[in-house]
């Protein structure tokens, strides 16, 4: 049963999509700086970016809301399909949601609804495995809702990156209404990626609860290749990334696209060639 606050959330909700108030192009879009390949983390966080227009809980927790940002239109356009991105930082609450602003505004002046989830992660009270992707599945069931009385519900794209990758493709397995799902760097093995010896890889066994050897069956509950993909999944990476490497840009029935010289952070920032290869990546999810 849904609480009071999730509740009105979704009545409020409901009433953005039953009667959605886009902003035009002409009142204000913010233009972000051209970035050669390999953006730092720092560069990212510094972006400019349109606060969201509402915060809407799909859960009791704190950490169970969604930022709505409404999408930027020119005169009598359409919003292109509503997209649902989770965003990465190891599944750490050391990294939180706020990095991904930039991100969030940029594709909504390029006429997406965007709906950015917080999450509870490593570190929080019930974060981890399997909390975290409880609170996925919970925002994803929370995100059909929002347009289960639409006459013209928008197609839906779940969007991740990194380890927000790795639960976009987890629930893109579940969730098969999705028009396409689209890693941006995604950890995909799970299990090979705790292998690992960088600060995010040997993270994994933090948010597992333990190493492979004793957490067998969560780790492969947890790991998207031993899942059948949605059936329109793109998995985009950089192949100067040294946080995620390129080679975990591979699952069965997934199409790969690899940018040379893109590194990890070049997805999240709108002024990089990956955010161009992303645009045209989200265009192809829609045909």
């Keep these: 049963m849904l609480g009071n606050s999730t509740r009105n959330s979704l009545i ?70 509503l997209i649902v ?19 969030s505004t940029a594709l909504s002046q390029e006429g997406y609804a965007v709906l950015s989830l917080e999450y509870r992660r490593t570190g929080d009270a019930g974060g981890g495995w399997p909390g975290t992707f409880d609170d ?7 995100a059909e809702q929002l347009q289960s009385s639409d006459l013209n519900p928008l197609p839906v794209i779940a969007l991740g990156h990194s380890a927000g990758g790795h639960l976009a493709l987890l629930a893109g ?11 941006l760097a995604a950890i995909t093995d799970i299990v090979t990626y705790a292998q690992g010896q960088n600060s995010c ?13 004793s957490k067998t069956a969560q780790y492969r509950a947890a790991n998207p290749t031993q899942m059948r993909p949605h059936a329109n999944t793109f998995l985009l990476q950089g ?11 591979n699952i069965a029935g997934a199409l790969t696209i690899t940018l040379k010289g893109a590194g990890h952070f070049d997805w999240v920032h709108p002024g ?13 999810t829609l045909q």
């Design 12 to 81: 409020l909700a409901l009433g953005l999509f039953l009667a959605p108030a886009p902003l035009l192009a002409a009142e204000s879009t913010i233009e972000f700086p051209s970035v050669a390949a390999d953006v730092p983390y720092e560069e990212v966080e510094a972006l400019p970016f349109r606060p969201a227009e509402h915060k809407l809980a799909y859960g009791e927790d704190p950490l169970q809301y969604a930022l709505l940002w409404n999408p930027v239109l020119e005169q009598d356009a359409t919003p292109k399909a």
């Design 85 to 103: 991105f989770i965003h990465g930082g190891c599944w750490l609450n050391a990294y939180d949601i706020e990095h991904s602003y930039a991100l």
């Design 136 to 142: 996925i599945r919970a925002a994803f069931a929370f």
């Design 173 to 183: 397995a579940q969730e098969q209404n999705l028009k396409g799902v689209v890693g």
């Design 201 to 213: 890889e040997t993270a994994t066994s933090q948010f597992m609860g333990g190493d492979y050897a």
């Design 239 to 249: 192949s100067a990334d040294t946080i995620v490497s390129p080679s975990q840009a």
């Design 272 to 284: 990089s060639p990956a955010f161009q290869t992303l645009l045209s990546t989200l265009s192809a």
